[in-house]
């Protein structure tokens, strides 16, 4: 049966994807939201649903998943899985770690289950002994992820027997030091290796890494000590992506070791101090699609450099030092699809140069000095999908140079000077599934103004003046996954409207001060959410009831109300399973 049922590898390959749009798991609202290139998430089991059809759902766990439950609960009276086929033993050991049912104890039933992936990250109490067990699954075990544990050395030395090793990942594991590194030279079949914020490895240590000629993937984020180190994966030829992440020992000098890597795609050095002459040594990358160089100090001469680059499709030059001067050279770069220069010290004459990135999906402006004459330079980019405006000079009249930019999916208004007469010109915009408009000047006509943009799945209006009133038109926007709606002017008859957008899954109703324990019985059929914040509010504990029918609840949030951690948590032991994060916590 191989791996069929084991946790996807792919985790560890998964390539940043700049356009996709997360969950925001937020309790307070940042000043901008920020665009950010990010990593696939670890995967997570669907949560079993046993509701009946009555209760609207029809999904009903299958044998398998009943049967592991029932091993989950009585897990203590098992001694081994050995006997059991490698997958089913696979499955019970994801549903544990998932659970956070795995210890010490119950670790020790799956010596010699020859498992595949051992995916552990941050996972409490890890230490050398757990390892033991991970050993014993041998040439089998093909990824390993123990980041954030109690690790020493000698748990690195007692993965030698696991020489099939393809994925390694050991971030934030503060005890193993230099002498454990060395180790990792005899994992020849490794592809990836991640170990993040590694105080310990030094220049010198790096020398475990230049017999790893199979490595794809090589992440080295906040590694403080290995400036020069560089060196010893010239030889890598076969890397793909690589993380210098926050590495502030890294100079340009370093950056020459990479002119080799010919069959670079990825390279992420945001925050690091590199400047146009280290982007020098980049020009024979010909394979490079994403670059990110966030905070770097580089300005717009290295974009000469960049020209080179014939993949380039990704690049992140957000709080760097670009000016207008020297922009003009964006012009050259036309197979751009997403470009980042948010945070500099542009102005609406930069946009001039961007006119001719025809190809251009994801445009983040994000705290520059953009006014409305600089959007006039973005209506002939047709191809946009994502478009990021937070913190702009941006005014109702400069709207209008969006209204022909169909194919937007992914609109960010936050923190302009827009009004409701400027959103009138985006009611064309069909494609639109997010939108953000956190903005204090916005009302509830401003949300009529949208309501034929029916495919919107997120709607941000934290700080817009919303009110009862304005929660009518929500019933446009039947497809709404998450809505944040924080302007304070909410009643409990308010949300009496939001009982009928049963695609919700995060809803964002904090700081209304006049929400009271009615708010949650309009919310008790939304059986969907995963995420509920109804912070700053009237809601006592005896309001707690109405929660129960809400079984796929991960996340709740009732801080600043009558409300007690106490009852929190027995509503969680007695009726949301699911619920791994609330607050007021003990």
Same mark, same amino acid.
């Given at each position: 049966m191989g791996g069929v049922c084991s946790w996807k590898r792919e985790y560890y390959y998964a390539d940043e994807n700049p356009n996709?749009?997360?969950? @925001?798991?937020?309790y307070f609202k940042s000043r901008s939201s920020k665009w950010m290139w990010m990593m696939a998430s670890a995967f997570f089991p669907p949560v079993v649903d046993c509701q009946s059809p009555r209760g609207g759902r029809s999904t009903c766990p299958s044998l398998m998943e009943l049967c592991i439950h029932k091993i989950r609960e009585d897990v203590s009276k098992f001694g081994s899985f050995s006997v059991l086929p490698r997958d089913v033993s696979q499955l019970i050991f994801n549903d544990l770690v998932y659970?956070?049912?795995?210890?010490?104890?119950?670790?020790?039933?799956?010596?010699?289950?020859?498992?595949?992936?051992?995916?552990?990250?941050?996972?409490?109490?890890?230490?050398?002994?757990?390892?033991?067990?991970?050993?014993?699954?041998?040439?089998?075990?093909? @990824?390993?992820?123990?980041?954030?544990?109690?690790?020493?050395?000698y748990s690195l030395f007692l993965l030698k027997n696991c020489s099939s090793l393809q994925a390694l990942t050991f971030d934030y594991c503060d005890l193993i030091t230099e002498k454990g590194f060395k180790q990792i030279s005899g994992f020849q079949k490794l592809t990836c290796l991640g170990f993040k914020n590694s105080t310990a490895l030094t220049a010198e240590g790096m020398q475990c890494l230049s017999s790893l000629v199979n490595l794809v993937k090589l992440d080295l984020e906040r590694c403080p000590r290995i400036h020069g180190g560089l060196v010893h994966i010239e030889g890598l030829t076969r890397l793909e992506s690589l993380t210098i992440r926050c590495c502030k020992c890294i100079v340009d000098s370093d950056m020459k070791s990479l002119a080799g890597l010919v069959n670079l795609k990825q390279l992420q050095t945001p925050c690091v101090n590199i400047t146009d002459s280290g982007v020098f040594y980049l020009k024979g990358l010909r394979k490079l699609v994403l670059l990110n160089m966030e905070g770097c100090h580089i300005t717009a001469a290295c974009l000469d450099y960049l020209s080179d680059l014939p993949s380039l499709q990704y690049l992140n030059l957000c709080r760097s030092s670009l000016k207008d001067a020297g922009c003009e050279k964006f012009s050259t770069l036309g197979n751009l699809e997403v470009l980042n220069i948010g945070y500099n010290d542009i102005t609406d004459e930069c946009l001039t140069h961007l006119q001719g990135l025809t190809k251009l999906e994801s445009l983040n402006l994000d705290s520059c000095r953009i006014g409305d004459d600089g959007l006039a330079n973005l209506a002939g980019l047709v191809n946009l999908k994502n478009l990021e405006l937070s913190d702009n000079k941006i005014e109702s009249d400069g709207i209008q140079h969006l209204s022909g930019l169909t194919n937007l999916e992914d609109l960010n208004l936050s923190f302009t000077l827009v009004t409701e007469d400027g959103l009138r010109n985006l009611s064309g915009l069909r494609s639109l599934k997010s939108l953000n408009l956190d903005i204090r000047q916005i009302t509830d006509s401003g949300l009529a103004a949208l309501t034929g943009l029916t495919g919107l799945t997120h709607l941000d209006l934290f700080g817009a003046q919303i009110t009862d009133s304005g929660t009518k038109y929500l019933q446009y926007f039947k497809n709404l996954h998450s809505l944040d709606i924080c302007g304070g002017g909410l009643t409990d008859d308010g949300v009496k409207n939001l009982k009928h957008l049963s695609s919700l899954t995060v809803l964002n109703l904090s700081q209304n001060l006049d929400l009271?324990?009615?708010?949650?019985?309009?919310?008790?059929?939304?059986?969907?959410?995963?995420?509920?914040?109804?912070?700053?509010?009237?809601?006592?504990?005896?309001?707690?009831?109405?929660?129960?029918?809400?079984k796929s609840l991960r996340s709740l949030s009732l801080e600043s109300c009558s409300v007690t951690a106490e009852e929190l948590k027995k509503l969680q032991l007695s009726a949301l399973p699911n619920l791994v994060k609330f607050r007021p916590e003990l």
């Open positions: 996709r749009r997360g969950v @925001s798991g937020r659970s956070r049912y795995l210890s010490a104890y119950s670790i020790e039933a799956f010596r010699d289950c020859a498992l595949q992936d051992m995916l552990l990250k941050e996972y409490p109490g890890i230490k050398d002994s757990w390892i033991d067990v991970v050993s014993s699954q041998g040439s089998s075990l093909l @990824s390993l992820d123990i980041s954030s544990s109690e690790v020493t050395d009271t324990d009615k708010t949650l019985e309009h919310l008790s059929g939304l059986t969907g959410l995963v995420s509920l914040n109804v912070s700053n509010s009237r809601i006592t504990n005896d309001g707690l009831q109405h929660l129960r029918p809400l």
